[in-house]
């Protein structure tokens, strides 16, 4: 098998509206101020890692705002997530993410980036704890 590569292309985004549906209703989830990810992961013979960005028109009203937020959450995403990658495909799972800012407050990437390091390394802990 070939190693995941680092990006994020559009096989790689959830656009599934009944996937983000269940994802929101059944998913489990991890919050650090501002970024709240919800996840949900199953076994499957189709190993699979998709995304989604969500940021609220409530809380950044601008569409030039959400679109900054997002622009930088998707960057630290696919910066970070080599090892998630990896281990989903290594596990032989599926598994769908959605990023769901909730701060009126638009972070610099210097400080958003660690936050979704810290979300993703919560996320790794997760799987490995829970498929062994």
């Given at each position: 098998m070939l190693a995941p590569k680092n990006n994020f292309s559009k096989k790689d985004r959830l656009k599934?509206?009944?996937?983000?549906d269940n994802l929101?209703?059944?998913g489990r989830s991890y919050?650090?101020?501002p970024v709240r990810i919800i996840f949900n992961i199953s076994e499957s013979d189709n190993p699979e890692l998709k995304a989604g960005i969500a940021v609220p028109k409530k809380k950044l009203k601008k569409t030039y705002q959400r679109n900054l937020v997002k622009r930088r959450i998707k960057e630290s995403y696919?910066?970070?997530n080599k090892e998630l990658k990896e281990l989903i495909y290594q596990k032989g799972?599926?598994?769908h993410?959605?990023?769901y800012?909730?701060?009126s407050?638009?972070?610099l990437f210097k400080d958003l980036s660690p936050k979704i390091m810290l979300l993703l390394q919560r996320l790794q802990k997760h799987i490995e704890a829970k498929f062994i």
């Open positions: 599934s509206k009944k996937a983000i929101f209703k059944t919050f650090e101020d696919r910066q970070n799972l599926s598994c993410l959605m990023y800012y909730q701060s407050e638009i972070l």
